[in-house]
């Protein structure tokens, strides 16, 4: 069992920058894949940013690419998002998830933290 604790979110201008964190309770945090996904209002939950649990490997969304940057601290159990260049279109909850290698889906999610960029 796996329990996801998002944090800093808030409001920021266009342009500006935001780092939201996940703590991640599990004595086995080493053994997942964690991912940022987000859901707008309105709209349908979508994946933002991954990273593998050596990792080896990230993965971001178009939207995301060359502005967003997903990192892990394995020694702390946290995962990050670095999200600068933040947008209007980027205002959304965040949420934290976190996935088995072995499992087809994230099993695991947070909360949720809500990210709101004002234009």
């Known amino acids: 069992q796996v329990q996801l604790v998002e944090s800093g979110g808030g409001w920021v201008q266009a342009g500006g920058s935001l780092r939201l964190s996940c703590a991640a309770s599990?004595?086995?945090?080493?053994?997942?894949?964690m991912a940022w996904f987000r859901q707008a209002p309105g709209k349908e939950r979508e994946l933002v940013a991954g990273?593998?649990?050596?990792?080896?490997?990230?993965w971001y969304a178009d939207s995301a690419k060359g502005r967003f940057t997903i990192s892990r601290d394995n020694a702390k159990n946290i995962v990050y998002l670095q999200m600068n260049s933040l947008k209007p279109e980027d205002t959304a909850v965040y949420y934290c998830?976190?996935?088995?290698?072995?499992?087809?889906?994230?099993?695991?999610w947070g909360q949720g933290t809500q990210v709101t960029v004002s234009s």
């Open positions: 998830a976190a996935r088995d290698p072995s499992s087809p889906q994230y099993d695991y």
């Open positions: 599990a004595r086995t945090f080493t053994r997942y894949n």
């Open positions: 990273i593998t649990w050596t990792a080896a490997s990230t």
